[in-house]
């Protein structure tokens, strides 16, 4: 049941100013029944007071429903409102660490090339410091102490005959 709170201010108005009535009436049929009987328009008054009475307890029923409702109402408002604050604010805590990590990420990659060119740098220093081997110059036939001439003319010798002068 949804109603307005003006339409329940103007129904309990309403109400109120109809008790007054049934009041003025039902002190009217008081006064009467203690001078001597009940008319039929009597008992119909004291019957529609009865239902007047019926009606404001509903009346206040409704306004005390209302009244619970608008308080769950805002105690689910506040929920929500703490809840979306909570869920923002861990959004924040999120964007933070994720800054926090890209930044460490690029640390890390900066880290890496500068190692790299570290030890590039130590290799090129390392091959400066080691001469590369001369390619060696071919060995010196007279290095043998004059065998190889004498493996010269010998070979040459043997491979020709020897005159002899007669």
Known sequence: MSISVDSFAERELELTMREAELNRRLAELERREAEGGVSPAEHEIAHRLLEVERREREVERSEDALGAQRARLEAVRQEYEARRDALAMRGRELDTDRERLRNDRAQLVADTIEIEERERAVA???AALVE????????DPTDEGGDWWAKQLNGSAASSPVRKAS
């Open 124 to 126: 090129s220093a390392e």
């Open 132 to 139: 590369p081997s001369a390619p060696s110059a071919p060995k």
